[in-house]
């Protein structure tokens, strides 16, 4: 898993993509469809750059992007979804393997960027009883293979390091069970807790206001079961396989999302089990936003009042301090 892909190859890569992407669309749905699709991703490039502030017409062309996208896979693949046996027996789990929290970054952590590795130590703090295992390119066989459909895409330049690691997120949760969290999670309370280790877990935050598909009714990169759901991400799973046995391109950046979202409309215990996650870290959000003003002991109490996980990124530089005050990442991340 060591192959590298051109950046400006990358870039002209997903260009021609996404407008295959279209042809495609257009070809199973419609072209209006398939135009306000490709508009809608540009959306979100341009919010991705100037902030996620959604106008009523973007968030219309959004929403009407996610159902295109979503009936495009039940056209091409509703026969699968309707045959598919949502009851099959599982495995059983290696107990040495059992209720561990995963977490990965490929190139291990000695070439992590300073804020993953301080994340994954936020993490490790309060993990209570429960042992974090840090995937990566050298570890990565020792707890699960990927078919040839998945390295095939790969070696390819098809399937990206990030959707990559969307497959194995749910291999390992399928395989084991336990909690998924993305490397750049700062956590700040207890992982002990029942919530964490609930039948089905993810990040939950019903009055999430941007149009995505998931509408904050779960996060893929907050994911979790104990050993009787595992069955909930093999699906899921299983759904990420049928689609790169088939099909060359990537239909949408957020397939997973769709996929998750296709299997509860497609099977009632897997609605059910994500309708019973209870709502949980409020201000996920919020923290990545502030980290470059100065540190705030009552914002911060405030912030983790109902909220134990906080999602960064470790593409951004922050300042430790503003005006000889620490800041917000001065505070946390440099003590």
């Not at 056209?75 to 046996?85: V, W």
């Not at 969307?166 to 969290?181: A, H, N, P, T, V």
């Amino acid at each position: 898993m060591t192959k590298k892909h051109n950046n400006l190859g990358r870039i002209v890569h997903r260009a021609s993509e996404e407008m295959y992407a279209t042809q495609k669309i257009a070809e199973v749905t419609s072209w209006p469809e398939a135009i306000n699709t490709f508009r809608a991703k540009l959306d979100i490039q341009v919010m991705n750059h100037n902030g996620y502030k959604e106008s009523d017409a973007v968030k219309k062309r959004l929403l009407r992007k996610h159902e295109t996208v979503l009936k495009y896979l039940e056209n091409k693949f509703g026969d699968f979804y309707a045959a598919y046996d949502y009851r099959a027996p599982l495995p059983e789990v290696d107990p040495a393997l059992e209720n561990k929290i995963w977490m990965c970054w490929w190139q291990g952590l000695d070439n992590a960027p300073e804020i993953v590795k301080a994340c994954v130590d936020s993490v490790r703090r309060n993990a209570g009883n429960r042992e974090v295992i840090i995937i990566t390119d050298k570890n990565l066989q020792e707890y699960v293979s990927f078919p040839k459909c998945i390295l095939k895409r790969y070696n390819e330049g098809i399937l990206s390091k990030t959707h990559i690691s969307d497959f194995l997120r749910l291999e390992l949760l399928s395989r084991y069970g336990g909690l998924w969290l993305d490397a750049t999670f700062f956590c700040a309370g207890s992982l002990d807790k029942s919530l964490y280790s609930a039948p089905l877990f993810s990040i939950k935050r019903p009055d999430y206001f941007h149009a995505s598909v998931a509408g904050g009714m779960f996060a893929n990169y907050s994911l979790g079961c104990d050993n009787e759901h595992r069955r909930v991400f093999a699906t899921i799973r299983d759904y990420f396989l049928k689609y790169w046995e088939e099909e060359q391109f990537l239909v949408d950046y957020l397939l997973t999302d769709y996929l998750i979202v296709l299997a509860q409309r497609h099977d009632s215990y897997i609605d059910q089990a994500f309708k019973q996650i209870k709502p949980n870290n409020p201000m996920c959000d919020e923290l990545f936003k502030i980290l470059d003003e100065p540190y705030d002991a009552l914002k911060w109490k405030a912030l983790t009042k109902d909220t134990n996980l906080f999602k960064l990124t470790w593409k951004q530089q922050f300042k430790t301090s503003s005006n000889q005050q620490d800041t917000f990442f001065g505070k946390i991340f440099k003590q």
